[in-house]
């Protein structure tokens, strides 16, 4: 749906439209959208070069730069205006890329504001720029190209080095809010031919690149946390390097001193963790533009998935012409794309390896510094050594300064290694996760409602449930709860076991994961808690690890309270289930009855039905509202508390110097992931609750299928007499009432 503010078209965050030209951006083909919006008729401009739309706004230096990048191979992305056939203008977020003999543009409607404000005020005083010069007599290419250096210089005001910088960074972050916005692959059921085929396919590939556009955005934050650690790298490559300065100034006329040799470890060492640290820096970077590579492309794939599946929808439609090359050229785009992410996530693989690796060895260099550092020292306490010859400087303030170098340590690396590591490991088994549940949970679902229907449907097993229904709702209006009966039986089946298969997947899958993070975690925390003394008539206890138990308890006594608090949300979920299921059966009953309703003139008696079981939805919705709330209370007083439990406990040991603050940092940060996992039940007891009321649902709905399977014996039926004595059709199990009682019944 378009909306007009003065000149601008303004268009809906669902009307994505693409284009295919040749290698000089003369149009080959286009959706109708693009066309609507463009107000060109197809004839118009199939065959006409793309700047057909080009607005004189538009700086010239935009598509200098956008013709570079192309022509070396490099996709493209910016915020474009465009002029439509009527005079009226739109901006798009526009995205280009090769094909063979050809490129495909996407455009979609912008939605990062700030980044689109910013950029519409550049553009401004490049295009200012570019008229002064054209007023002064430039050329047009002199033009393109002063305004390109203005816009170059723009972008670095901005933090990006190029265009192709800014495309880099800008699609992820639109990709990002497209999915928020629910911009999807259109459904079509019960289709069939090629354009269904290609949707089906669609759909398919949007769910991963879904998952694979959001864990992109997590690992992205998770290096921008450790990029800012880096900048406090220099600090430590400097502290390292003064230790193996200070080994060097001292000597011992001794032959038979340990000085010398234990100087040349501690030099060596120290030499190689600089030349580590020092490297590790690239490291960091080079894994955050393979990580940023990466995410591009995968929003890139996102993006041409979702036209290639609008664009097959419109086929299906019958609002879109079937145009083989368009379909093609979209295919083309969208292969790229697959063989594009599939290098890309070899080099994170890569990178992420060679960060590990790092890591690894520079933690292992500098906890190898101190201990022979320790021992450097003391012997030069205990063998009186000298400064060297031609050394000059105070004695006992250089000692002075290797005792506190010794004592500082290097913890914040060990730290952070130990952190990364766990957290990159996380990244990769949650991909891997997250794509297993997917599958898992249709296979499931599937799986079970092929048992379900077979039952249900077995010897008029959904016959007897009707017929039991009707009867108990007979017997109890009034507007309670109907009974004994059964009912909402398709209800059970669609909606109840896709509950099932979703919620036991997602949450066994959790709690997998969770046990996981408790089991690696919970030797950090055991190992660097340390012992707490407890007194007991006159004996003192030691509670080594004290840290975790205090984690399980605190655990434990957290689970005890949310199940008193929120003990009622099964019953409740319950309700709302069954309130929410009596409103759709009344809706379909109108659907399916309507003929019926109009010509008795229903239309008041169904109103106030469906008044009367949408009132019962709401009723019950204020129930899940107030536990809701109650729970949410609880949920957040339990995670602002257990956040300073650890900060108590380990404070004044601290403040003591019994744990160095990047010890500290790490327990902390582990306490808070084993606390998490123990919490499980807690944090998912919403879930949890839901979950339970969809099992009692489909328990009622086993026992009734169960007991009506053993009644089907005797339900009346209609038989054929077949053979030569006998022709026509005969009742069975049906017994005929007159005003004298019992007539016969069949046998």
Known sequence: METIQGNERLFDAEDVFF???????????????????????????????????????????????????????????????????????YWVFATVTAIEEGYVSVRTKPFDESTFAAVREVYGRVRALEREAAEQGASRREVAEKGAEALLAELDSLGFSSLSAFSTASLPTEAVLLIKKRVRVPRREEMDGAAATILDCAKSIERDSDTLVGQMSGYRSLLDGLGA?????????????????????????????????????????TSHAVEQLTGLTVTVVELYRAVQALSFRASLMRLHTLVLGSYAAAVVDGTEEDVPAAMADLHRALDADLEAVGAACEEVGSRRDALDSSMRLVVSDLDRTRRPFDRWLRALQSEH?????????????????????????FPEMSSLAALAALALTGLVLNTARTWLAQSLEMRWRAWMTEEHLRRWLAGNAFWRLE??????????????HRGGGLENADQRVAEDLRMVASGTLTLGLGLISNFVSLFTFSAIVWGLSGALAITLGGQTLQVPGYMLWVAFIYALGGSWAIEKIGGRMVQIDYRQQQAEADFRAALLRIRESAEQIALYGGESAERARLSARFAAVRRNWRDIMNYTKRITIADNAYTEVGALVPYMLQGPRLFKGIITLGDLTQLIQSFMRVRVALSWFIYKYKDLALLRSALARLAEFDAALQAASGATASAPRITRQRGPAASGYALQGVQALGPGGACGRDR
């Open 19 to 89: 284009s295919t030209t040749d290698l000089k951006g003369v149009i080959r083909n286009a959706n109708q959208t693009f066309m609507t919006l463009a107000r060109h008729p197809r004839e118009e401009m199939v065959g006409a070069p793309h700047n057909i739309i080009r607005h004189d706004d538009m700086p010239a230096g935009v598509f200098k730069l956008m013709w570079d990048d192309l022509e070396a191979g490099k996709p493209v992305c910016t915020y474009v205006l465009n002029r439509a056939g009527d005079g009226r203008d």
């Open 229 to 269: 650690w880096m900048q406090e790298a220099p600090a430590i490559i400097d502290q390292a390097r003064r230790i193996g300065e200070l080994v060097a100034m001292f000597d011992s006329q001794d032959p038979e001193s340990s000085v010398p040799g234990v100087a040349q470890r501690v030099a060596e060492r």
């Open 385 to 409: 050594a000298s400064l060297r010859e031609g050394v000059e400087g105070d004695v006992l303030a250089l000692l002075g300064e290797a005792e506190g170098l010794s004592n500082k340590g």
């Open 467 to 480: 017929r039991d229904q009707g009867d108990q709702g007979d017997q109890g209006k009034g507007g309670g």
